[in-house]
């Protein structure tokens, strides 16, 4: 990864470039990404390649801000084709465990001692009811958020804090995070959103990432909206560049293990759209190109959080049932509408009467 210099003091909203030597360069305090400020440069004599605009995050947790977007987003794509989920039990394949995992936030507790097993090749949906704690497991399990007590282990080693902390795990195992909003940068194109990891940290020739960035738009089914802004997008588009961005990768990676987190990938779109995504969703991971290379290689595993009935039928194999911050039943997608477990029979049938309450 490129070393990137310190981040310049922040003055009445407007901030030095500190890559700029002449510090002309003034960055325009903007959109937010992972809850940080992002700021943009415009005019930055320092800039390593031509791209319309570099960013840096600013204010709040800074370099490790910076660590987070680097591991989450850097492109890298494990080769490893996936298998029926509730087959796999060998504790060997196991690629993230959270161990009675408790999460509060201010004194309301989220997570009460969580038990969480994802082996590789799995393909695992969290649901449950509004505000169980479904996307903060997500985070905890991506490393955008570190346990109050409990561990998060990755390949058998307990993870010390966020990923962020802990490069070396980060490295062992990379994560991709397709957020619910997108998040994508309102000012750059989707062009420049695809390939923001390839120009931001590698060496790869402007050229090469077009070309990456374009068959990764390609397998999305959006060619040719490279040169478009996202706010001209509709919301299923925004999400399919989304996971565009989140297949590309560049050569180097390409035999890295990778898991996926989806947080409600199909949020809001009509069931046509939805079906798109839950498709793109099992495919792109699912079929590696025959001589393993290319953004379309496959993801060794990944974890969808998601409300939608078609999503859990489509998109995964193995399904884990939060309630009041605890697994109160998994099992595979099969077994859902068999089960009699209270709690997901409610569920299931959108019943008002039941365990689960609503204030
Ligand atoms: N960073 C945070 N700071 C404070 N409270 C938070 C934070 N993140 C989540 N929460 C709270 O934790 C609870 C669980 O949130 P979470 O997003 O994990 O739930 P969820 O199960 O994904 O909900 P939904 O299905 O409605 O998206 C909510 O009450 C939310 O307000």
Known sequence: MTARPPIGALSEGIEICSTSQSSACKLEPSSRFFGQRLSLHRSCSRRRRPFRAQTELLVARKVTALQDVDTILRPSYGTSSLTSSSARTDDNEILIELKDVHKSFGNKKILRG?????????????????GTGKSTTLRLMAGLLAPDSGEVQILGQTRKGLLADDPELAERLKVGMVFQNGALFDSLTVGENVGFMLYEHTALPH???EAIVAESLSAVGLSGVEQLLPSELSGGMRKRVALARAIVRDDLHANDEQVVMYDEPTAGLDPVASTV?????RSMHAS?????????????SYIVVTHQHSTIRRAVDRIIFLH???VVWEGPVEEFDSTDEPIVRQFASGSLTGPIKYE
């Open 324 to 326: 009041e911050g605890l």
């Open 288 to 300: 590696p190109t025959s001589n393993g290379a290319g953004p379309r290689s496959g993801i060794t």
């Open 207 to 209: 050229d090469r990432i």
């Open 277 to 281: 995504v839950e498709d793109l969703i």
């Open 114 to 130: 969580v038990n969480i097993k994802i082996r590789r090749g799995e393909t695992v949906g969290i649901i449950g009811g509004s």
